[in-house]
């Protein structure tokens, strides 16, 4: 059970998406950085869809009213425990009575944060994602507020030997960090400003030279109006070479459509279910991560890749994610 003392932001439950409904129309929602969200999972011992606790740019604090296993992946919200700066990417086992509060973000805006598990929701849907538009899934269909209490489900076989490890180094102290951690060459840069790989949209074809030029050579700004649904960005206005009648269609996480005032807007985790603005281009999803970190001031820049290399990059990723598994896999075989 964790205690709610102040909720931050913007903090919700999310695992990996509500899949399967929105040919009813119904949003998928789910993790903004499903990378991260997963890495969290797989530190606290749990299935990757686990849900876990989503903190946009300023965090939460939080008390433990038990022994808890946790890990926190994402961007770097600075947090600590009892005033003591705590390591993400790693698993931490927290004593019952400490306190977990976020403060300066320093990189990226989003953290993931995971109890061993899991946290404990009404299924809806197939999912135990919030969706807060609807107040669909979730914690009562919301962001959290001060008071509420976030129940945990029952730990994996893993959690258990990854808590039964850390106790053994805990002592008197009120919290311990795993002495391994993930690679740092799995860690996605979170540096302001990124460079997004993207492939051409369906409509890339229907725009003038001069904006597909404009969208590969200048940067975009992630504007204040920018949400779960989609970041709006700023930048050189991008045009048909003609006016062109467009039937909507199904759109994705990281689709790029283009308004009729030429400023782009990127879809993301709460995105509607179909679109009628022509698709200049589609976010590999590799780079996913890098997009969910930005937030607004920020800017993006875009590179031109091919569907064949967005799929390799992504295979070549989930390879090195089967090898993590089998490593914490085998370091908590036997407690150690």
């Not at 002495?179 to 460079?195: C, K």
């Not at 725009?207 to 989609?230: C, N, Y």
Request: glycine letters at 10%; aromatic letters at 6%; hydrophobic letters at 35%.
């Amino acid at each position: 059970m964790i205690n709610v003392l102040k909720p931050g932001l913007l903090s919700s439950i999310q695992d990996l998406g509500r899949t399967g409904y929105q040919k009813y129309g119904v949003i998928s929602s789910g993790a903004m950085d499903p990378f991260s969200h997963r890495m969290a999972n797989l530190l606290a011992g749990n299935k990757e869809n686990d849900p876990v606790l989503e903190i946009t740019m300023m965090g939460p604090m939080l008390t433990f009213k038990e022994d808890t296993l946790i890990s926190i992946c994402g961007g770097d919200l600075s947090p600590s425990i009892n005033g003591q700066p705590v390591r993400t990417w790693r698993s931490v086992l927290v004593k019952k009575g400490s306190e977990l509060k976020f403060g300066q973000c320093r990189k990226g805006c989003r953290a993931y944060l995971a109890a061993a598990g899991g946290f404990s929701v009404p299924e809806v849907m197939n999912s135990k994602s919030t969706y807060l538009r609807a107040g669909l899934g979730g914690y009562k269909g919301r962001a959290l507020k001060s008071g509420d209490l976030l129940e945990t489900g029952k730990p994996s076989l893993q959690s258990l030997k990854i808590t039964e490890y850390l106790t053994k180094q805990i002592l008197d102290r009120t919290f311990v960090e795993n002495d391994w951690g993930i690679a740092s060459e799995l860690i996605p840069d979170t540096a302001a400003n990124p460079e997004i790989r993207i492939t051409r949209g369906r409509q890339f074809d229907l725009f003038s030279e001069a904006s597909k030029v404009q969208l590969f050579k200048h940067a975009f700004e992630v504007t204040s109006q920018s949400d779960r649904m989609g970041y709006r960005l700023k930048g050189p206005a991008l045009a048909l070479s003609e006016h062109a009648e467009q039937i909507s269609e199904a759109v994705n996480f990281g689709s790029i459509q283009v308004p009729p005032d030429g400023n782009p807007i990127v879809l993301l985790a709460d995105r509607q279910t179909t679109g009628g603005y022509p698709k200049i281009g589609q976010v590999a999803a590799v780079d996913l991560p890098l997009l969910a970190q930005a937030k607004p001031g920020d800017s993006l820049s875009f590179s031109e890749i091919s569907n064949e290399q967005a799929q390799q990059l992504l295979i070549k990723r989930e390879m090195k994610l089967k090898e993590l598994k089998q490593g914490i896999f085998l370091k908590t075989r036997g407690g150690n």
